[in-house]
């Protein structure tokens, strides 16, 4: 069964701090991964994708990749209540369709 | 440039009844997929289609849904004899090459089995 996992959280950072969001994945065959945000209520909105191992910034955002460990990261700098939703990491399974973590739940403080 | 459109945006279905959802892909997509959502729970994948084909219904019930993706028209999943446990949020998303590569979802369609 092929897997991608989430903390659940909630993850709570204060107002301009950096909050890390972390995910793993079971397929070696993936290729690619994908950050997505969801609020409350809504459909996932892409924030970020990522193929190759290293970082990848864009803006506040950085998707971070080792493929030896099977990780994903994302880490968000200067963090506003706006930021506030549940973030989704998905992974290219080696077979076609992206398979989806249950999300982490990011909660920002003013 | 007008994003990947869904509707009904809401729909409201008796047990029994027949359920359609339809979406439109982005300008220049022409791979569409269909997850579920249930509450407080994860995406789940359910079919890949390309124009007229189905490449991938692995996600998809065995029994009373389908999906078709026509020449001409949106993409189309049908829920046949809808039950309580249908009650979802059904996404689509659309990309412009193959599922390794990003996709981009529309608003949802939020059945609700009564």
């Known amino acids: 069964q092929k897997e991608v996992e989430q903390n659940s959280g909630p993850l709570s950072v204060p107002e301009g701090a950096i909050a890390s969001l972390n995910c793993t994945y079971s397929d070696r065959g993936s290729q690619s991964f994908f950050w997505y945000r969801q609020y409350s209520g809504k459909s996932p909105e892409l924030i970020m994708f990522i193929y190759s191992n290293g970082d990848k910034e864009d803006g506040r955002f950085t998707a971070q990749l080792n493929k030896a460990s099977q990780y994903v990261s994302l880490l968000i700098r200067d963090s506003q209540p706006s930021d506030s939703a549940t973030y989704l990491c998905?992974?290219?399974?080696?077979?076609?369709?992206?398979?989806f973590g249950k999300g982490t739940k990011l909660s920002v403080k003013p | 440039n007008a994003g990947v459109m869904q509707n009904p945006r809401h729909l409201v279905r008796r047990r029994g009844q027949e359920a359609r959802l339809r979406c439109s892909p982005m300008k220049g997509h022409s791979h569409v997929y269909w997850y579920r959502q249930l509450p407080e729970e994860g995406l789940k994948f359910m079919v890949y289609l390309q124009k007229e084909n189905i490449i991938d219904e692995s996600g998809m019930p065995k029994e009373r849904f389908s999906a078709e993706f026509p020449k001409e028209g949106p993409s189309i999943l049908r829920i046949q004899q809808v039950v309580r446990g249908d009650s979802a949020a059904y996404f689509c998303a659309s990309s412009p090459q193959g599922p390794q590569y990003e996709q981009y979802f529309g608003p949802g369609t939020r059945l609700t089995v009564t």
């Open positions: 998905a992974a290219g399974g080696s077979q076609g369709n992206l398979i």
